[in-house]
């Protein structure tokens, strides 16, 4: 029995775009662009025009489909063209100067430090706020504060599930640069988050304990 | 609870709350991108050859350009060469692509040569 088109795997799918077909192309969006999405989400979480970008990226991927020269690595291929485009855009749009994030890393003699700007939160406290409620907001927020560079790391590595060195090769960076930016990236989230996280492990000990 | 578990759980927030509220329908999408990709390059004006001489499958980019030049330089048929014309006097788009192409070519046929003074002298 012959496959249907939305059974091909990408690498198959990629030759067929790569010989000119659109019902192929169509099948590659398709499959891949909640994703594409998604990922653009994860990294600009405060741009409102995801969808546009996201088309943009098939339009790259349809422009360039033919210079793939391994389509086994298309979805590494399409990450990569993601990353390339929120950093086009990074320095397209007007900077919100001259705002600073708290989080932002504090530059010491020796390049970045684990230093952290202390501001007390005149907010609500943790425990006083509904936790479902809360939490998309929080960890959107604590997202956005993350350095760009940072973010992506992390995004990459936890949202997206790729390896360390295939993170190297999206963000055309050394290995152990990838490794410090999570590392770096985990322990602020860690942080911000701490309140949230202590009180989960709460509920769990009270639900086991019946 | 040591880092590893506390990392868990940030990963385990990350994952189910960070990500995007409304999403756009596949097809809804694909619509939308199907007709940005046709309006990139009208196919009135690709040509017909589908490979190059190495015998690599043309891209749709590359089979405009080379239309367009092959209109440029008188090698279509007629009727396909009025198809065109017509093309370009309704698309302002192709027009602007047909007119870059035009004003290379310009350039390409002066040869330039520049003295040692700075000067440039058009041949």
Redesign the interface.
């Known amino acids: 029995m012959s496959k249907t088109i939305t059974q091909y795997d990408d690498s198959e799918l990629v030759i067929a775009c790569?010989?000119?077909s659109?019902e192929a192309?169509?099948c590659l969006?398709?499959k891949h662009?909640?994703s594409v999405?998604?990922l653009l989400?994860?990294l600009a979480?405060d741009w409102s025009d995801?969808?546009d970008l996201?088309?943009e990226v098939?339009?790259r991927v349809?422009?360039g489909i033919?210079s793939l020269r391994n389509p086994k690595t298309f979805r590494s291929w399409l990450n990569q063209i993601v990353v390339n485009l929120f950093y086009d855009e990074l320095r397209r749009r007007p900077r919100r100067l001259p705002t600073i994030s708290i989080d932002a890393p504090i530059e010491s003699d020796h390049g970045e430090s684990d230093l952290v700007r202390e501001i007390p939160d005149p907010s609500m406290k943790p425990d006083e706020i509904s936790l479902a409620s809360e939490?998309?907001h929080v960890?959107?927020k604590a997202?956005s504060q993350l350095p760009e560079q940072f973010r992506t790391a992390?995004v990459l590595r936890?949202?997206q599930g790729l390896s360390y060195e295939e993170i190297a090769e999206s963000i055309g960076c050394e290995l152990g640069t990838v490794k410090s930016r999570i590392a770096r990236a985990?322990g602020r989230?860690?942080e911000i988050?701490?309140p949230?996280?202590?009180k989960?492990?709460e509920k769990r000990t009270v639900n086991l304990n019946g | 609870m040591d880092d590893n578990d506390k990392y868990e759980d940030v990963s385990d927030l990350l994952k189910k709350f960070y990500k995007p509220k409304n999403e756009i329908s596949n097809n809804e999408f694909w619509d939308e991108l199907s007709k940005k990709l046709d309006s990139l390059f009208h196919k009135e004006i690709l040509t017909d050859k589908l490979s190059n001489e190495q015998e690599s499958i043309l891209t749709e980019e590359e089979r405009y350009w080379i239309g367009l030049e092959e209109y440029l330089n008188n090698q279509v048929q007629s009727l396909k060469h009025k198809a065109i014309t017509d093309h370009l006097l309704k698309c302002k788009e192709c027009r602007k692509n047909y007119n870059a192409l035009l004003d290379k070519k310009k350039v390409l046929n002066y040869s330039f040569k520049t003295y040692s003074t700075g000067a440039i002298l058009l041949t």
Do not use: C, N
């Open positions: 790569q010989a000119g659109k192309m169509e969006v398709k662009q909640r999405t998604s989400y994860q979480p995801t969808s996201s088309q098939f339009i349809y422009r033919h939490l998309d960890i959107k997202m992390i936890e949202l985990r989230l860690q988050l701490s949230y996280i202590d989960r492990q």
